[in-house]
């Protein structure tokens, strides 16, 4: 009963921020409870895109708030908008600045805080975050370091895995 209840109010949240503009792609998974933050009409989410739970979104500097009270700096407010391509994976608590543009195929570890451009085809993580590898090189290690599931599996998940690492 409390997942359903968790559910719908995630869902009522991201229909929120989708009400004030945020664009979200065809075929994407948003899990969990993403922040879209205080301005989610300058966030463009690609087709295809899982956005895992903690994801911040922050698309403004709120420290210019320690100057603003000075006339000379009551001008100064910065606002970015963030940009993120198509088939991408956003790992759980990322913090995305403003002004960022993540490329298309691109994997962003858990925990990062990404505060500059990524390019697409690349694994970034890290705070900040940075590329580690391609998405070719991920993609290999990903294959080496694969759990293997028999063709004929018919078990449930949890009682495989649980038998494939504790024997």
């Not at 956003?90 to 490329?103: A, L, N, S």
């Not at 063709?151 to 024997?167: A, C, R, V």
Request: glycine residues 12%; aromatic residues 10%.
């Amino acid at each position: 009963m409390l997942g359903v209840l968790k559910r719908y109010i995630n869902n009522l949240l991201l229909n929120k921020a989708i009400r004030n503009g945020l664009q979200l792609g065809s075929n994407c998974r948003i899990l969990g409870k993403p922040n879209f933050g205080s301005e989610p009409y300058l966030i463009k989410i690609g087709d295809r895109c899982t956005i895992t739970s903690g994801v911040k979104f922050v698309t403004h500097d709120g420290g210019t708030w320690v100057f603003r009270d000075n006339p000379q700096y009551k001008h100064i407010k910065k606002y970015g908008k963030i940009d993120i391509g198509n088939n991408c994976f956003i790992g759980i608590d990322t913090i995305i600045m403003p002004g960022v543009k993540i490329g298309e195929n691109t994997v962003v570890g858990a925990g990062s805080i990404v505060t500059k451009d990524i390019p697409g085809n690349s694994v970034a993580v890290g705070s900040p975050a940075r590329v580690i590898m391609t998405l070719e090189e991920y993609i290999e290690r990903s294959e080496k370091n694969r759990t293997i599931f028999p063709e004929n599996f018919n078990e449930s998940k949890k009682e495989y895995l649980t038998k494939y690492f504790w024997g």
